[in-house]
């Protein structure tokens, strides 16, 4: 089966971007209304922090339920029912009118993505050959992350407004959920998944040693489970797997406490706009630096195979450090700053989002066949999403 081509480029990838750019949305979307949320259910920053805790604690723990689906069923189908579930919990959200009820469809939310995400990235680590794959996960991330932008500058400017008598927040949330919606449908009829294509590509040979080098005595399987539970056990044996994920449950906990810059910049005192214009320039940095640091480790991979993409990696993850303490310690906290933090959070996002881009997907997606793909992504979201869950109900505005 042949995926379809709209001016020379392939539909199934065209639609599976616009997937990751409303995933990206829908995470920024509740962030960037913290304040909005805050006065219209009392609650603190703990309580705040609690709900993306809960969200990304469920995803952590559902994840490697993405890897167990997509063993057995095509990757659209699985796409559409978590862009549907994210969906659903979204629009829940925008007329919850309690707390309570925002933590339980932010848990139902958290599932969604859960689902999503690894199939995601497995879909385009076998849409592109492995000299290649940093610039097709750079350009996932680009997408994605103007969606973030997208979604998290409309919300914000919606907060501030009412519509038709209803909160300018709540009416993001179910304007977000309705084109998420849309968004699912157009995935499960129009994307086809790189496992059915006809055409096969040159790094064949490689990735068919690959399969019998990791699956080597491993026989026929006569269950969905056992199948799932043969492939879990070759995923979390793999050592660059577990370097990788150990590094990255330390590096993801920083990002996971970013979601209170849209709170902390609205408590020095910048207004919406302003603050929307802030971390526009973040996500702008962080989507270029990402698309960025896959097309350089893709080079830098060539002359240096065995250390090129760690090097990309190392350099990313120690500007996080100069970049983290300008910001929070030396720049005067006054809307007087407001170019220095323009100057800062741009080239703080430029240097320091490679790492995934990089190094992680590419190396996850070499180290693996291509029908285990999905579960090495899963479970490192698994546990790099569990355990980083936690910093968002320990940082403090």
Request: hydrophobic share 50%; glycine share 10%.
């Amino acid at each position: 089966m042949k995926t379809r081509k709209i001016f020379g480029v392939s539909l199934s990838i065209l639609l599976i971007n616009l997937a990751a750019i409303m995933e990206r949305a829908d995470e920024n979307l509740l962030p960037s209304v913290y304040k909005e949320v805050s006065e219209a259910f009392n609650a603190g920053p703990s309580d705040l922090g609690y709900l993306t805790f809960i969200r990304n604690f469920v995803q952590g723990l559902a994840s490697p339920l993405a890897g167990v689906l997509v063993i057995n069923y095509d990757r659209p189908t699985v796409l559409a029912i978590g862009t549907m579930c994210w969906a659903l919990s979204t629009a829940a959200v925008g007329g919850s009118q309690q707390f309570h009820q925002v933590a339980m469809w932010r848990a139902v939310n958290g599932f969604g993505l859960a689902i999503v995400i690894p199939a995601l990235q497995s879909f385009i680590a076998d849409s592109y050959m492995d000299g290649v794959r940093g610039a097709g996960f750079g350009l996932l991330s680009l997408v994605g992350t103007l969606g973030g932008i997208g979604g998290g500058v409309v919300a914000t400017v919606m907060a501030g407004q009412q519509f038709w008598g209803t909160p300018g927040w709540r009416c993001a949330f179910i304007l977000m959920a309705t084109l998420s919606s849309f968004i699912g449908l157009l995935v499960f009829l129009f994307v086809v998944d790189p496992r059915k294509t006809v055409s096969v590509n040159h790094d064949a040979r490689i990735n068919l040693e690959r399969d019998e080098l990791v699956e080597k005595g491993n026989g026929r399987v006569s269950s969905v489970w056992s199948e799932s539970w043969m492939a879990t056990k070759a995923v979390i044996k793999i050592p660059t797997f577990q370097i990788i994920v150990l590094q990255g449950i330390i590096g993801s906990l920083p990002w996971t406490a970013m979601v209170f810059f849209t709170m902390w910049f609205e408590l020095i005192g910048f207004d919406h706009n302003s603050t929307a214009a802030l971390l526009s320039l973040f996500a702008i940095g962080c989507a270029m630096g990402s698309f960025l640091g896959g097309v350089i480790a893709d080079r830098l991979s060539q002359i240096y195979p065995h250390s090129g993409r760690i090097i990309c990696a190392q350099f990313s993850a120690f500007m996080g450090i100069p970049f983290s303490l300008f910001l929070l310690k030396v720049i005067p906290q006054s809307v007087s700053s407001y170019y220095t933090f323009a100057t800062t959070l741009f080239m703080m996002g430029l240097t320091i989002s490679w790492n995934a881009t990089a190094a992680n997907g590419p190396m996850f997606a070499e180290v693996v066949p291509s029908k285990h793909r999905t579960m090495i992504y899963a479970f490192d979201r698994a546990f790099e999403g569990s355990f980083s869950s936690f910093a968002a109900p320990l940082a403090r505005p």
